[in-house]
C-alpha cells in the first residue's frame, strides 16, 4: 500500500501550487483520490484476509466504470468542452463523438488504469513508465492550454487545461521519489492503491487535454502488458489450454526465458522513454 505515499505528495503539491479555481485541476483530483480509494479497499481486504482475494473482480470493474462515465458526462455537460478526438500524424482526421464521448472518455480512464495496475509486477516496472508518461503530459497539457502554440501546433485548444502541466509535474516528482524506494530490489510496493488512481489520472488528463488517442504511444509499455493477457487468455480459453507467452503480462514471459529482473525492467523503461519521445514528436508531425 506504499501508493498512499505517491497519492499524498501528490495532491498535496497540486493543492498547493495549482489554481483551485481551475475545474481540470478538481476532476482529475477526483478521478485520483476516488481510484485510490477503490484501491485502497481492495489492499485493505487482501490484508485482512491474508490472502490473494480483495474486492471481487466485478465489482472494482463496476466501481470504475462508474467514475469514468460520471467523469465523462461532467465533461460533456460542459458547454466549452470539445466533443472531437485527435488522431496524432492525422491532425485533420477529428471525428465529432457528441454524447458518445461519454463511453469514450470511460475507457480510457478506465483502460489506462487496468493497464497500469496489470504492469505493476516487477520492482519499479509500473512507476518509471507512469513517471515518463506523467513528464510527457507536462508538455502536452502545457502546449493545449495556450491558445498560440495550440495555434502554431495545429493542435486542439483547451482552455484551462495547461493547469494540468501542475498535477503532471507532481506526479512526475512523486513517482521519482517513490522509485528511490521501489527500484529493485524494492523496500516499498505500490499496490492497488497507488496503480489504479495512477492510471485513472493520467487517462484523466489524456481526456481533458485532447490527447486521447496519443495515450496509446505514450504509455505503449501499458498497452502492451494489457494486449498480453487479453490475447493470452483469449488464445488460452480457443485453443482449449495452449498459451502464446510462457506467462502474462508479458514482463513474466522475459523472466521465465531467462532475463534477469533488472533487465527486463530497465529494457521496458528505455522503451517508454523512446515512446514519450516520440509522442511528443507528433506535435510536429503531420
Avoid at 37 to 46: R, S, T
Avoid at 144 to 172: M, P, T
Avoid at 236 to 251: D, E, L, N, S, W
Wanted: with cysteine; glycine share 12%; charged share 10%.
Amino acid at each position: 500500500m506504499g501508493g498512499m505515499l505517491i497519492l499524498f505528495a501528490v495532491v498535496a503539491a497540486t493543492l498547493l501550487w495549482g489554481d483551485l479555481k481551475n475545474y481540470f485541476l478538481w476532476t482529475v483530483l477526483f478521478v485520483t483520490i476516488a481510484y485510490g480509494g477503490i484501491g485502497f479497499i481492495d489492499d485493505y481486504l487482501m490484508q485482512q484476509r491474508k490472502q490473494n482475494t480483495g474486492l471481487h473482480a466485478g465489482s472494482k470493474f463496476l466501481m470504475q466504470m462508474a467514475i469514468g462515465l460520471l467523469v465523462g458526462a461532467l465533461l460533456c455537460a460542459r458547454t466549452d468542452f470539445d466533443t472531437h478526438v485527435a488522431f496524432p500524424f492525422l491532425k485533420q482526421m477529428n471525428p465529432d463523438l457528441g454524447w458518445g464521448y461519454i463511453l469514450f472518455a470511460c475507457f480510457v480512464i478506465v483502460g489506462t488504469s487496468n493497464a497500469v495496475n496489470l504492469t505493476d509486477g516487477l520492482d519499479g516496472l509500473a512507476i518509471g513508465p507512469v513517471t515518463v508518461a506523467a513528464a510527457t503530459y507536462v508538455v502536452l497539457s502545457y502546449v493545449a492550454g495556450h491558445v498560440k502554440i495550440a495555434d502554431y501546433l495545429q493542435i486542439r485548444y483547451v482552455a484551462g487545461s495547461g493547469e494540468l502541466a501542475v498535477f503532471c509535474g507532481a506526479l512526475v516528482g512523486a513517482g521519482m521519489g517513490f522509485l528511490w524506494f521501489n527500484s529493485y530490489p524494492a523496500q516499498v510496493f505500490m499496490g492497488d492503491v497507488g496503480s489504479l488512481p495512477l492510471g485513472g489520472a493520467l487517462g484523466a488528463v489524456a481526456v481533458m487535454t485532447k490527447h486521447e488517442i496519443l495515450l496509446a504511444l505514450v504509455g505503449g509499455i501499458f498497452v502492451i502488458e494489457a494486449l498480453s493477457v487479453i490475447f493470452q487468455v483469449g488464445f488460452f480459453k480457443v485453443t482449449a489450454g495452449r498459451r502464446i507467452f510462457r506467462m502474462a503480462p508479458i514482463h513474466h514471459h522475459f523472466e521465465l526465458k531467462g532475463w534477469p529482473e533488472p533487465k527486463v525492467i530497465v529494457r521496458f523503461w528505455i522503451i517508454a522513454i523512446i515512446l514519450g519521445l516520440l509522442s511528443i514528436s507528433t506535435l510536429k508531425l503531420r
